[in-house]
């Protein structure tokens, strides 16, 4: 089941295509097709996702992700 727990502004998640969730079940990838940034989220035990980081620009056209 899943519960909203609050609705936050994304702050910058513009053009997202893809998202993937490693195996531990414990970080969210998300892929933004506008630049081709990576970012990183842990998610937290009430289901919220806190900001990890971001790694650089692979340039705009990226259609997948996959996390392991």
């Known amino acids: 089941t899943i519960n909203l ?3 936050v ?3 910058g998640l513009q ?3 893809d998202l993937a969730i490693d195996a531990s079940n414990r970080y969210l990838y ?6 081709g940034a990576v970012r990183g989220f842990r998610i ?15 340039g705009a056209g990226f259609t ?3 996390a392991y």
């Open 64 to 66: 997948g992700l996959a």
């Open 44 to 58: 937290l035990p009430d289901g919220r996702l806190e900001l990890i980081g971001s790694v650089g620009s692979f």
């Open 15 to 17: 053009g997202t295509t």
């Open 30 to 35: 998300a892929l933004e097709n506008t630049g």
């Open 5 to 7: 727990i609050e609705s």
């Open 9 to 11: 502004a994304a702050g």
